[in-house]
């Protein structure tokens, strides 16, 4: 059995292959942190946008979008906070010159000691067998009790020192807790120093006076400054909320995991504003929201979990990430926060304009709290590829690659493929194709036998095979191979379209949403 290690590289390299993932400017080998999509990766990630979006705007009758601009006057970024707190702390290790995340050490850190009491949980499981009592066990078993000592009190202390950005202490605790660099293994560690993630350019000529700008680095400021324009010209009511898919740029210290933390990525967000004092509602309402549209794609209800937040952001009075089981653990993919009125009354103050909500049930004018929900498309791309990959052995000691990726976001929908490349079959395939392309995505094959055909449909998820035989000609019947479970059946090409759809159409999914 290969080790999640292995597989995640596998899937890396996967990517690759069958045109998910290129790294950037590849052939100047590579721009750290920075990845390009290539034809397959595109689709998939366009699918994951629409179902985002339609989710959003079309299940919500109070959510509407927008596209607001990357580059924003600079005083935003002076009233959101990010110029003076978007900060990680840093650290060095000056045998390996390798820079790390202070805050993730001491998370390693602590996810190795939750590592450590799970496989005494395991291991007693194993040797008890049906009378196991976990929950027992954890509160009596030595060893449990010691690691979870240590992981309260590591815990505690690195709330506060996050909590009061105490920089010296979050050294202090790397020393205490004796963690090595990875690289060199050793323990001789710089001061932890904050930096600022924003990237910087300037905007008009040097003779003008060129403005310092910053790339955004997170696309909710482009909706709080739109806030008035889109409640006056939509004649919005409370609650509301607008919408917004593109691009945020942060200066990240440790990039890897591939596109999970990335210098250039792409976020979902939407802020929902609303009534002060009702955020705990909404609060909650947008968290089983959220969860129900990740689970809705079938990767396994079992691979999401919520993970409340040690430190609140400046702006933020709850938070939750909804985590995803990646290989290399249990990941953020998703935020979401409740922001009061911070950013708003920021912008009010620093803008000097009136931003508030005239309330016509109350006669009275407020400004609005907000939730906001927040999703990275790029780690949602990669929790679907991580939770569709399988090697999967083959009867006769053959093995295939197959990506079993939700049908509705699957880059290609269906390949039609003629047996032979002769006796009119072809002719014949590209009918079917003409006659599909209108509905899904549909792609021709006429390459090499079936069977390594459908390895290749396999290897980027294609949920339907239709192959064309002398049959075919006589009959107007296909076999229709399908890739999860590979079984055939035989349909009449009338019916194609009809039975692909129902599995692919994403207003099918929706509509479970909204049952
Ligand atoms: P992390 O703690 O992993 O740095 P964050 O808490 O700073 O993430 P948010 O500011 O809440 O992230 O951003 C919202 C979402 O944007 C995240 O849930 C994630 O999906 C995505 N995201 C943030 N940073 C990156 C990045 N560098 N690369 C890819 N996606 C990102």
């Excluded at 196991?132 to 690691?147: A, C, G, I, S, W």
């Excluded at 942060?250 to 792409?266: P, S, W």
């Excluded at 780690?379 to 053959?398: A, K, N, T, V, W």
Aim: glycine fraction near 6%.
């Amino acid at each position: 059995m290969a080790t999640q290690e292995e597989t995640f590289k596998k899937l890396v390299s996967h990517c690759k292959e069958y045109g998910f993932v290129f790294p950037s400017s590849e052939i100047y080998d590579g721009l750290g942190a920075v990845y390009d999509y290539g034809q397959n990766g595109v689709e998939l990630k366009n699918n994951i946008k629409r179902y985002w979006w339609d989710f959003m705007t079309r299940l919500h009758d109070n959510i509407v979008g927008i596209d607001a601009a990357i580059f924003m006057h600079p005083t935003v970024w002076k009233a959101s906070g990010h110029v003076d707190a978007f900060n990680d702390p840093l650290i060095d290790n000056k045998d390996s010159k390798k820079r790390y995340r202070a805050d993730v050490l001491i998370e390693d850190q602590l996810a190795k000691i939750e590592e450590k009491i799970n496989k005494e949980v395991e291991k007693a499981a194993k040797r008890f067998g049906d009378s196991f009592d976990e929950t027992m066990f954890r509160q009596t078993n030595p060893r449990v009790l010691e690691h979870q000592q240590h992981f309260d009190a590591l815990h505690e202390r690195y709330k506060k020192a996050m909590n009061d950005n105490d920089l010296n202490e979050l050294k202090q605790i790397i020393l205490d807790e004796e963690i090595a660099c990875p690289i060199s293994g050793t323990r001789n560690w710089t001061d932890v120093r904050q930096f600022n993630l924003m990237f910087q350019t300037e905007m008009g000529s040097t003779a003008d006076g060129a403005m310092k700008i910053y790339l955004r680095p997170e696309t909710a400021q482009g909706i709080f400054v739109n806030y008035l324009n889109v409640q006056k010209t939509g004649r919005m009511k409370l609650p509301f909320g607008i919408a917004q898919i593109g691009k945020a740029f942060r200066n990240e210290i440790v990039a890897r995991q591939f596109v999970f933390r990335m210098r250039e990525f792409e976020q979902m967000e939407m802020q929902f504003f609303i009534k002060p004092g009702t955020e705990m509602d909404w609060f909650k309402y947008w968290k089983t929201q959220r969860l129900a549209w990740h689970k809705a794609l079938g990767l396994g209800d079992n691979k999401y979990r919520f993970h409340d937040h040690e430190k609140l952001a400046h702006y933020a009075n709850a938070a939750t990430d909804i985590e995803f089981e990646m290989p290399f653990g249990f990941k953020e993919v998703e935020g979401i926060h409740s922001r009061t009125n911070f950013d708003l009354s920021q912008h009010a103050k620093f803008s000097g304009k009136k931003i508030e909500y005239f309330d016509p049930e109350t006669s009275e004018s407020y400004t609005p709290y907000v939730i906001e929900t927040s999703i990275g498309v790029d780690r949602m791309f990669l929790s679907i590829l991580c939770g569709s990959y399988e090697e999967q052995p083959l009867e006769g000691g053959d093995s295939r690659v197959v990506l079993h990726l939700p049908a509705v976001l699957a880059p290609v929908k269906c390949c039609v493929m003629p047996l032979v490349r002769k006796d009119g079959l072809p002719e014949k395939a590209q009918e079917i194709l003409n006659s599909l392309r209108f509905d899904v995505k549909t792609t021709y094959d006429e390459k090499d036998s079936i069977g390594k055909r459908y390895r290749r449909q396999d290897a980027i998820g294609t949920p339907f095979c239709v192959t064309v035989d002398h049959d075919t000609l006589v009959d107007n019947t296909v076999t229709v191979r399908f890739r999860d479970d590979m079984h055939q059946e035989r349909v009449h090409i009338n019916d194609l379209r009809d039975m692909i759809l129902k599995a692919v159409d994403m207003s099918h999914l929706l509509r479970s949403l909204a049952e």
